[in-house]
C-alpha cells in the first residue's frame, strides 16, 4: 500500500505539488499520469526519499519512507536504468542482485531472466542488446528483489510497439503486486490499470479506470 498525505514540493519559488492526498491500495495497478512538467518524477522521487520532503508524509507498506525499512517492500524502476555495458545480461544481473542482502539466488535469477525473456540472451554483452531488451534486463533486476510495491517511471518510453507490448506483458503475468507507473499511453494503461492518478498544476486526483477514461479521454480532456 502507498499512503501520501499533504505533500508539498517546490523549487525555489515555483510550487510543484500542493498538499496532495493519494492512496493506492494493496495490489492495485495505478496509472501516475499528466503532462510533461506536471509533477510526476518530483511525486516519485519523493515516495523514494531521493529528494528531501519538505512537507507531508509518505508511507510505503505502512512504514514511513524517511525510515530505511521501506527499501525492502519496493524496487523502482527508472526511465533510464543505468547498466554495464561492457557485461553480459546474465553478469548485470548477478552484479545488482549482490548488493541485496543474503547471498546471490541463482534459482531465481534464471527464473527472471527467463520471465523477461531474455534467458537465450544472457551471454551476450548488452551493448549488443535492443532498447527494449534493456528495458527488460532492468525490469528482470527489479523483480528479482521480489518487492511488494513496484515504482516505474515511463517503463516503455521510447520503446516500439512489440517493445511496449512485451513490458505490458509481464507486468500484467504478476501476482500480488502494488504497482504505481507513469505513462503517456492511454492504450497501455487501459491494459492493465484498475485506477489513474491524473497531476495536474500541482493536485492529484484518483479514478477508477473507467471513470477518468469517460471523464477526460472520450470527454475530450485528454
Known sequence: MIEIKELSQSY??????????????????????????AGKST?????????????????LSGIPHNKEEWKKNVAYLPEKFLLYPHMTGEENMNFFASLGNGPIDE????????????????????????KGMLQRLGLGIMLYFDSSILILDEPTSGLDPKGR?????ILKSLEDKTILFSSHHMDEIRQICSHVAYLEEGEICKFTLNDFYEQYVVGGLL
Open 12 to 37: 525555489q519559488n515555483k510550487v510543484v505539488l500542493k498538499d496532495i492526498n493519494l492512496m493506492i491500495e494493496k495490489n492495485e495497478i495505478c496509472a501516475l499520469v499528466g503532462s510533461n512538467g
Open 43 to 59: 511525486l516519485i522521487h519523493s515516495m523514494l526519499n531521493l529528494i528531501p520532503v519538505k512537507k507531508g508524509i509518505i508511507k
Open 107 to 130: 534459482k531465481r535469477m534464471e527464473e527472471m531472466l527467463r520471465k523477461v525473456n531474455l534467458w537465450d540472451h544472457r551471454s551476450v554483452l548488452i551493448k549488443g542488446y535492443s
Open 165 to 169: 507490448s512485451e513490458i505490458l506483458t
